[in-house]
């Protein structure tokens, strides 16, 4: 059996931080191999004292650091670096892990070549309701294809930290998480796992073995919209380019790739009109006289007039709409 290191990056959660250390002690697998690590980002709160009082009396080793405020990436770093586990598993202070979520995935990751970097398996989001935690949305079954890359970087596909397994290993040969980023992050790692060679497998459960929990609005992507989409926008454009410097750009890629800063343009056109020029002129490099997929009206629309100018008379007609909304109440 294998050791596995728990990671728990820590700002301002200590509301949280019990419910996700408790998931941790609740595991099925050994305690003598498992390992906590709790990292306080700077924190304004009492989270590292609630944590450190969660972690008492617990049967698995722990440890909470304290550091300055330098963001989740630097955190979780700091974190698995500090470890000894083989393999990682990272877990935010506001989510939490079924009971067999480490077992199932130890198992599965003591049958596994070298060159498999990523355990996945299916999760679930849930939202607070007067006190209680109820399923919001369905159930997310990611299932990478043999465009591994291509996977990664749609949002359906989104493989959260938490539902994965790391090897220390792959963490290692990438630098871990980029320090840069405090937003889409995660998704920059896999990435780059998957550039360096790192295979991803599936691990098949009976259930969600995640709970990530939506709650108020305290998540980044939620606070700051503009850099969530910079966010996406950063990934897609890595992705281009490891492509394009292997040769490797096809059709179906640069659609994607299109599909990824269109995005990106739709919040832009209303927020920054230099930065939506700017995405536009990538998307029309990638796909001359690209459409998109949808809505359906945009669609139609850009087929007459173009997308650029489409994307604009949609800006207008939504504050037009908005201000006759207004104008009402």
């Not at 408790?22 to 305690?31: C, L, M, R």
């Not at 090897?167 to 998480?177: K, M, Q, Y």
């Not at 939620?222 to 950063?234: I, K, L, M, S």
């Amino acid at each position: 059996m294998i050791p596995v290191s728990v990671v728990i990056p820590l700002y301002n959660g200590a509301r949280w931080i019990a419910d996700a250390i408790a998931s941790v002690t609740a595991q099925t697998y050994p305690h003598e191999l498992l390992e906590i690590t709790v990292v306080d980002d700077g924190s304004g709160d009492d989270g590292a004292a609630v944590a450190a009082a969660a972690l008492k009396g617990s049967d698995i080793a722990s440890v909470v650091l304290r550091t300055g405020n330098g963001g989740p990436s630097r955190a979780r770093n700091l974190g698995w670096q500090r470890s000894r586990g083989e393999w990682i598993q990272f877990l935010d202070a506001d989510d939490v892990i079924a009971p067999e979520k480490i077992r199932l995935h130890a198992a599965a990751a003591e049958k596994m070549p070298r060159d498999v970097a990523v355990l996945y398996s299916d999760w679930k989001a849930t939202r607070l309701v007067e006190g209680q935690w109820i399923p919001s949305g369905a159930i997310h079954t990611p299932s990478l294809g043999e465009d591994t890359i291509a996977s990664l970087v749609q949002s359906d596909q989104f493989l959260s930290n938490a539902s994965c397994l790391f090897r220390r290993s792959w963490l290692a040969a990438v630098g871990g998480f980029d320090e840069r980023h405090w937003l889409i992050e995660d998704v920059d790692l896999l990435l780059r796992i998957a550039m360096a060679g790192g295979q991803f497998r599936r691990i098949e459960t009976s259930e969600p073995l995640f709970n990530a929990r939506q709650h108020d609005n305290t998540s980044l992507s939620r606070r700051d919209p503009a850099a969530f989409h910079e966010g996406c926008v950063r990934n897609a454009a890595m992705v281009e380019e490891y492509w394009r410097s292997r040769g490797e750009m096809t059709e179906s890629r640069a659609r994607l790739v299109a599909k990824i800063y269109h995005q990106g343009a739709r919040y832009f056109a209303a927020h920054n009109r230099r930065r939506f020029e700017e995405l536009a002129g990538r998307i029309e490099s990638l796909t001359p006289g690209f459409v998109p997929e949808s809505p359906a009206l945009l669609r139609k629309v850009s087929r007459v007039v173009g997308f650029r100018r489409a994307e604009l008379l949609s800006v207008q007609y939504r504050r037009a709409k908005g201000m006759a909304k207004a104008k009402s109440v």
